[in-house]
Nanobody
Framework: QVQLVESGGGLVQAGGSLRLSCAAS????????MGWFRQAPGKARVFVAA????????DITDSVKGRFAISRDNAKNTVYLQMNSLKPEDTAVYYCAVRLTNAGAPYDYWGQGTQVTVSS
């Protein structure tokens, strides 16, 4: 069982930055991949970025490459999503999630979400 708590959302003007945090409660995260997803109003939830806890390898969706970065802090069991040059279309509820690193494993654990609103 892994519990996830997101924080860091808010209202920001276009061009601004926010850093989201996701604190995970687990004895060890070495077997997990942690991801960020977002869901805009009236749209499906989509993948944003992910990081393997063990080796730090990352994956970021093309629409945010160069603007967003994912990282982790081993000591704090926390994953971050640094979001720069924000655009109104980045407005969404952002969720973090965890899955095993095995290929095809589903994201089993989800946080409650944090709202990000980017004004134009």
């Amino acid at each position: 069982q892994v519990q996830l708590v997101e924080s860091g959302g808010g209202l920001v003007q276009a061009g601004g930055s926010l850093r989201l945090s996701c604190a995970a409660s687990a004895r060890t995260l070495s077997r997990y991949r942690m991801g960020w997803f977002r869901q805009a109003p009236g749209k499906a939830r989509v993948f944003v970025a992910a990081i393997n806890w063990s080796d730090g390898s990352t994956d970021i969706t093309d629409s945010v490459k160069g603007r967003f970065a994912i990282s982790r802090d081993n000591a704090k069991n926390t994953v971050y999503l640094q979001m720069n040059s924000l655009k109104p279309e980045d407005t969404a509820v952002y969720y973090c999630a965890v899955r095993l690193t095995n290929a095809g494993a589903p994201y089993d654990y989800w946080g409650q979400g944090t709202q990000v609103t980017v004004s134009s």
